[in-house]
């Protein structure tokens, strides 16, 4: 079935752009002018990828990203504009899984998201136990779901990744690089920001004291880890 | 030291510290102590650091020696004399002649003013024809001279802190200023990246219509890329005031006729009702104000289209009018107060290119020639433009 991707912009020739881009790919697009009418639509109809421009009226890029991520783990990618660092990394801190830089060519924005979509499609099991504990995280994995303390947590679908690479690779010390190239895709193995802001937002949710992690452990000038519990 | 002298010092020194001026607060400091220690002026040299000469920072003259208050030579040289040696300086008339010379027999009184501990003026009093400074004098004097340093030192504290108030405001504007050009030009350049890299794509091919429609948009962008850039340039050109006026006695009427009937040739749809006084000349640039009133007109094609447009002329006696009025479907009061500031848009105008410049150069052009330009907005109803011009004072 076709993935429908929702775009909004307040620019008519962004929404333009990116709608016939992305309908040659074979998506289906949804369009929004704001953040109000990007709500609206995407409580109206099943939506498997938001590309939010951070610049609109009523309700902004960053403000919008944040309500969705209320009621859903949809994965976001932010449009942003060159230079403007701060605003990537806080739409990273709010939920995004991913931003475009503004201005951006034809090509790089079918490859981001497909790089999106193809996170967000729950890894495939083979045939391991379904569920996985550590401590007080467990993870049920053939629904996608995470609890704390047996309390429910919600992951976005990047967050979601993130903890499996974790759990499946236990007393097993990480690279950025690996993460990056696991989680997100070669093309992103460079890019750390990203990275050290999805760690810190995953720690702020399994970790009861994210200044001192016990399931996600930095190994300074190595990577990260999940610690093997003792028995 | 008495419970009554305790109490009166208490009163002026709190009322010395609580004016807002550093004046009226030395007012206070040398007129509240005059039932103690009569003097007939008093004088702050301060000396430039750079010139090396005396600065009179204040001076104030009492009774007699209002009649001396220009004349404020007199103590100069024991300023010189208290800078030098840093200690306070006694000078006494040697001779002392009749009551009616008493004007030619200065008792002076020197005190070192310290800012910032280090030396750097004097205060010096004056009785002319005497008494003697007393013991108790010297001493007034001396606690006088320390709290107008304070308070000296103080003026200069705020004076620099206006000044770095001034120059962090003149920073952020300059910030603001370049994070919106830089918006503004990446604007058109996402557009013109974007679409140039879609029909690049070597794994689809477009159709015709939609390569030329891309093409379009391009072609555009480009324009307004280009308009951008020669906007900014007069606009900063005009902000610092380097654009060059070429004034002589220009005909408002005959001008803004010139200019619709170029509008005329460009779009012959839009409809333009004349409405005009014979006006006295202003004394203005011709070139400058005819790009004031295309502006006007370009705005009214693109924000009121459709609208018919009424251009009226009125002499206000030394003052002449100039309205533009269309019929569109106006502007929001919220949004009223920005049109002419730089960069703005109206929100949601994204529709309608423009660079958030056009109002801005009218206006400082419109500035330029000591005149105003104001706007009149009813919501569907429709947008007066204004523009008052002093009339030709030479003629």
């Known amino acids: 079935m076709a993935k429908r991707i929702l775009i909004v912009d307040d620019e008519p020739r962004y929404l333009r752009l990116l709608e016939a881009n992305l309908r040659t790919e074979g998506y289906e697009v949804a369009t929004a002018q704001d953040g109000v009418q990007a709500l609206d639509v995407f409580s109206a109809q099943p939506i498997d990828l938001v590309l939010l421009d951070v610049m609109m009226p009523r309700l902004d890029g960053f403000g919008t990203c944040q309500r969705i991520r209320e009621f859903s783990s949809v994965p976001i990618v932010i449009l942003t504009a060159r230079g403007e660092e701060q605003d990537r990394v806080r739409g990273l801190d709010l939920g995004a899984d991913d931003y475009l830089v503004k201005p951006f060519s034809a090509t790089e924005l079918l490859a981001r998201v497909r790089a999106v979509l193809r996170r967000a499609q729950p890894p495939a099991e083979t045939g391991q136990a379904r569920f996985f504990t550590h401590d007080d995280l467990k993870i049920d994995f053939a629904r996608a779901e995470v609890w704390r303390a047996e309390e429910a947590i919600s992951l976005s679908a990047t967050e979601y990744r993130l903890l499996l690479q974790f759990a499946h690779n236990i007393g097993k010390i990480l690279t950025s690089e690996e993460l990056l190239t696991s989680v997100w895709g070669a093309e992103y193995k460079t890019d750390k920001e990203i990275l050290w802001v999805s760690i810190a937002r995953l720690r702020q949710k399994l970790e009861g004291d994210a200044h001192n992690p016990r399931h996600i452990v930095t190994r300074s000038g190595l990577g990260y880890l999940m610690p093997p519990l003792e028995s | ?395």
């Open chain 2, 1 to 395: 030291m008495d419970h009554l002298t305790l109490t009166l010092l208490h009163t002026v020194l709190k009322e010395v510290q609580g004016k807002h001026d550093w004046r009226a607060s030395l007012d206070t400091l040398f007129t509240s102590l005059r039932g103690s220690f009569v003097f007939d002026n008093v004088v702050i040299y301060i000396e430039d650091p750079q010139s090396k000469s005396w600065e009179i920072a204040y001076a104030r003259a009492m009774g007699r020696g209002k009649i001396a208050e220009a004349d404020a030579v007199w103590g100069e040289r024991v300023a010189t004399d208290v800078l030098s040696t840093k200690k306070m300086v006694l000078k006494e008339p040697k001779h002392l002649g009749r009551e009616k010379d008493r004007m030619d027999q200065p008792y002076l009184l020197g005190m070192p003013l310290s800012i910032a501990s280090k030396v750097c003026g004097a205060l010096v009093f004056v009785r002319f024809g005497g008494p003697k400074y007393s013991d108790l004098h010297v001493k007034i004097a001396s606690l006088q001279a320390f709290w107008a340093a304070a308070l000296l030192e103080r003026r200069e504290l705020q004076e620099a802190r206006a000044e770095l108030d001034s120059v962090q405001r003149q920073m952020r504007l300059q910030d603001d200023f370049v994070s919106t050009i830089s918006h503004e030009l990446r604007t058109p350049l996402g557009f013109i990246k974007g679409y140039s890299t879609s029909l690049l794509r070597q794994d689809t091919k477009w159709d015709d219509a939609t390569q030329r429609e891309f093409l379009n948009i391009i072609d555009e962008e480009a324009d307004r890329l280009t308009r951008l850039i020669e906007d900014m340039l007069e606009s900063a050109r005009l902000q610092s005031k380097t654009l060059q006026f070429k004034f002589s006695p220009v005909r408002i009427d005959a001008l803004v006729r010139d200019v619709a009937t170029r509008v005329n040739t460009h779009h012959p749809d839009l409809k333009i009702e004349f409405n005009l006084e014979t006006l006295p000349p202003v004394l203005g640039d011709g070139v400058r104000l005819s790009q004031v009133f295309e502006n006007l007109f370009s705005n009214a094609i693109k924000y009121a289209p459709g609208s018919k447009l009424v251009i009226s002329t009125k002499s206000l006696g030394k003052r002449v009018q100039i309205s533009f009025e269309d019929k569109g479907e106006g502007i929001p009061e919220d949004f009223l107060p920005f049109l002419f500031e730089r960069f703005y848009r109206v929100p949601g105008e994204r529709t309608v290119t423009g660079t958030g410049l056009g109002l801005y150069i009218c206006k400082q052009i419109v500035m330029a020639h000591h005149g105003k330009i104001w706007v009149d907005s009813v919501l569907d109803q429709g947008t007066t433009f204004f523009i008052e011009l002093p009339a030709d004072p030479t003629l």
